[in-house]
């Protein structure tokens, strides 16, 4: 699924969020499960995956029995962040209180289409670094680029 675009929105008291419509519009029950999986991210937001995404990149990364120490590392807390989140009939998540406070996300929020992923970010920090983003573009496809660049040789 594509997510493009943002949405200002408000977490409820009961730390519910209503994902936009706009981005559930494309639900497809059969690719992209029943849910989202959150992941808190050091940066200060949250990633949502749908379920089928979630578990499509999870299959990717291949474990094995004994992984290295760097990818135990990685699995134990990635995964152990993450949690499925279940929309209810109005197309609310309740977003977990641990993944609030450690990202610092207060009531007020944009959620950000970021290609596969949703983002969830404090609107009052996204509105502070949205100048900066935005002047960000060129380096940031010049450097990806370079990246293509090197891996194709």
């Not at 937001?45 to 120490?69: D, I, K, N």
């Not at 209810?88 to 406070?101: A, C, Q, V, Y």
């Amino acid at each position: 699924m594509l997510f493009v675009g943002n949405s200002e929105h408000t977490i409820d008291a009961k730390q519910r969020l209503a994902v936009p419509a706009k981005f559930r519009n494309g639900w497809d029950v059969q690719k992209d499960g029943n849910a989202w999986f959150c992941i808190p991210w050091p940066t200060g937001h949250l990633r949502l995956y749908t379920e089928g995404q979630f578990r499509e990149m999870a299959e990717a990364q291949q474990s094995t029995l004994t992984p290295a120490e760097e990818e135990a590392g990685l699995d134990t807390t990635m995964y152990g962040l993450a949690e499925r989140l279940e929309m209810d009939s109005t197309g609310r998540i309740t977003i977990p209180k641990t993944h609030l406070e450690m990202t610092g996300i207060g009531t007020e929020v944009v959620v950000v289409g970021a290609r596969a992923r949703l983002e969830i970010h404090d609107k009052g920090r996204w509105a502070e670094t949205l100048g900066a983003r935005f002047k960000q573009l060129p380096d940031l496809i010049n450097k990806i680029n370079e990246k293509r660049s090197v891996t194709r040789a």
